[in-house]
């Protein structure tokens, strides 16, 4: 893992952030406002309230799932290191981006502190869902593999 390869993994990773936040401000608008086109909201209302105006949360909004994107980007790069147990990459993988998402999270009053536990909830289930998907995938393909090195 160079700085390189993290910075390039990274700057990929930004506008990712900002597409899936922008993203979830338009399903929620709908969902919890509904669609008649003036109940848009391109951030929390709370947030939107502590930052002092609508275009001072959407900016700091913006640039915070920016670094969400880059950071979860950057975070793949953990999985590359092969010294590491797969037990030991997924413990630090998941603190890592634990630890970035949710101040993230609480900044953009995207849950409040109440909601904290049930969110740590959720996303420990989602993320340990998809590192068991990406586990079964990877185990089937390396099996695969030795499958046809052996000649079978």
């Known amino acids: 893992m160079t700085f390189k390869e993290a910075l390039k993994r990274g700057l ?85 981006t634990a630890g970035v998402f949710f101040p993230i999270s609480y900044i953009c009053h995207w849950f409040s502190f109440s909601q904290f536990v049930v969110s740590f909830v959720i996303f420990a289930v989602i993320y340990f869902l998809i590192w068991v998907i990406q586990y079964k995938y990877w185990k089937k393909k390396v099996k695969e593999l030795n499958d046809k090195l052996a000649g079978k």
């Open 12 to 96: 990929i990773g930004f506008p990712i952030g900002i597409f899936i936040s922008t993203t979830i401000s338009v399903i929620t608008s709908i969902l919890i406002r509904g669609y008649t086109g003036d109940n848009f909201s391109a951030a929390a209302p709370d947030f939107i309230q502590a930052a002092g105006s609508e275009l001072n949360a959407v900016i700091l909004q913006y640039f915070l799932s920016g670094v969400l994107g880059f950071s979860f980007a950057v975070a793949s790069l953990i999985y590359e290191i092969d010294s590491w147990s797969i037990t030991k990459q997924t413990v630090v993988h998941f603190l890592f």
